[in-house]
């Protein structure tokens, strides 16, 4: 079975502060990576994702992950952050082609102070 | 924008009592998911559903049940809803996004409280 681990349950960074959110996932095969985004009240949003290929992946927002796959990593970054990017962050695995569901981490609630 | 949506999207319910939950998209997808989100959990799945009468459980399916008769419509029923059952439940679809990848999205989601 998969299971994720984010790090940071709750991150409080001023604007303009560069962002990393750590992310670890344990599963033997090859897998799909995800990263969503709630906002205050709203569902969750896909923000980026890794199937294969190109390790370095860019998502919508100026969001971007790195999968190290020697490290079962896939850190969720953020050169600038802007108070509008306060909201939930979620890691998220699947197996490869498989049909059943997401395992989630338990989400990190990032703050932003203007 | 999936095309899904979920009713109701508030209830409150007496412990004890049914409850069912609809999730209804309209873009004919095959695979459909019922997720609940609670504090310090994140999401985690509860049953999911490959196909019209085709459905198997997932991490916390015990006291909740599914029913999918249409492509469009997928049913969570709590047949007799505790207050821990007391979440917010998210439906799912997948869509396709290349060969042999898939990606999920995901509806605006039922705030169930049980009294």
């Known amino acids: 079975a998969q299971s994720v681990s984010q790090h940071n349950h709750h991150v409080i960074l001023s604007e303009a502060a560069s962002l990393e959110l750590g992310c670890n996932y344990s599963?033997?095969?090859?897998?799909?990576l995800f990263w969503y985004v709630q906002y205050p009240g709203q569902h969750l949003q896909l923000l980026l994702k890794?199937?294969?290929?190109?390790?370095l992946v860019k998502g919508i927002k100026g969001f971007e992950a790195e999968f190290i796959k020697s490290k079962f990593s896939f850190n969720l970054r953020k050169p600038s952050v802007q108070w509008s990017d306060t909201a939930e962050y979620f890691c998220?695995?699947?197996?490869?082609?498989?049909?059943?569901?997401?395992?989630f981490g338990k989400g990190t609630h990032l703050i932003i102070q203007p | 924008d999936a095309g899904i949506t979920q009713s109701p999207r508030h209830k409150v319910t007496e412990t004890g009592t049914p409850v069912t939950l609809r999730c209804h998209q309209t873009e004919n997808h095959r695979y459909m998911y019922w997720y609940r989100q609670d504090p310090g959990h994140g999401l985690r799945l509860i049953h999911y559903?490959?196909?019209?009468?085709?459905?198997d459980k997932g991490e916390v399916s015990d006291g909740y049940s599914v029913s999918r008769s249409k492509t469009e419509d997928f049913l969570l029923t709590l047949e007799s809803a505790t207050s821990s059952q007391t979440s917010v439940y998210f439906c799912?679809?997948?869509?396709?996004?290349?060969?042999?990848?898939?990606?999920?999205?995901f509806g605006p989601g039922t705030r169930l409280t049980v009294t």
């Open positions: 559903s490959y196909g019209v009468k085709d459905t």
């Open positions: 998220a695995v699947n197996a490869q082609g498989g049909a059943d569901g997401l395992t």
């Open positions: 890794y199937f294969s290929g190109d390790p």
């Open positions: 599963y033997g095969g090859t897998v799909n």
């Open positions: 799912a679809i997948r869509k396709t996004s290349g060969s042999h990848t898939y990606e999920q999205y």
